[in-house]
């Protein structure tokens, strides 16, 4: 698709270097939870949250708290995301491969 007004080729630029930018965020985050609690060992839903195959007790307080400041992080991107899709749908899919 073709845009001739430069506001909107613009704007969809910008977006798509955001999408771009959460998307290496996301990849980032979840290097770090596999590197950290093993391939099989957690589960991200849609909305970001993240559950381990043990709880935060079993865990100890520094993989409960790695894994707590990463769903945040998730979350937020994720909410970023769903923000976008609905603001610009068409835009959305452009950026999306």
């Avoid at 930018?21 to 970001?48: K, Y």
């Amino acid at each position: 698709m073709s845009i001739n007004n430069p506001a909107e080729e613009q704007h969809r630029e910008q977006l798509k270097m955001h999408v771009e930018e959460l998307q290496r965020e996301e990849a980032m985050i979840v290097s770090e939870l596999v590197r950290i609690f093993g391939q099989e060992n957690f589960f991200i839903d849609r909305e970001g949250n993240v559950s381990c195959s043990k709880s935060d007790l079993e865990l100890g307080e520094e993989k409960a708290g790695v894994r707590s400041g990463m769903e945040e992080r998730l979350k937020r991107i994720y909410a970023q995301r769903e923000s976008i899709k609905k603001s610009d749908p068409d835009a959305w899919k452009e950026t999306i491969h």
